[in-house]
């Protein structure tokens, strides 16, 4: 009867290590692409799609417009059929933790724009499923009082350790399984 109990432990134990073992990976890139001009640089990296290609333009968004002290930096074009595209644009940087504004014209001819304060490390990052032209403007005057300027490091992305932590306790449990039934095993 020990022996059915000890093996319906360690079962139990290896059943419950399984899923700690079989992390998904990240999305796979499927396509990317990256093009400089006046100093701003774009790199879009697409999960879907088989053709992904990035180029300046010299057109600007066509909803693109400035007030005040904000400037328009640089136009990027991306063609093709991916879609799930992230789009990181690293500016010159005097230009970190000020406000951004990204003009976007979709090749269906739709417009949106996205707004924010550039990060600490002088990038910008959007995601966007269609392609398009993008019109990134910055306003040099305006200042994020709330930019991280602390010492630590960002997100690295890096998977929660409590899963191994998990797999690790229930692995010590079996093996402890193990070790009482072959120790009963051995004076017996």
Known sequence: MKKRIISIVCVLALCLALPTLAWAAGSPVVQSSTVTSNGVSMKATATAGTALNGATSSTNASNASV?????????????????????????????????FKVFIQHN???????????????????????????????????????????STSQQTGAPSTTPVVLGTLVALLGAGAVAFALRKKVNQ
């Open 108 to 150: 269906d001819g739709t417009t949106e724009t996205r707004e924010g304060y550039v990060d600490s490390a002088s990038k910008i990052t959007i995601n966007v499923s269609k392609l398009s032209i993008f019109t990134v403007s910055v306003d040099p005057s305006s200042t994020n009082t709330n930019a991280n300027t602390s």
């Open 67 to 99: 007030s005040g002290s904000q400037v328009i930096l640089a136009s990027f074009e991306l063609t093709g059929d991916a879609t799930d595209v992230t789009v990181t644009f690293t500016v010159p940087s005097q230009y970190a933790n000020k406000a």
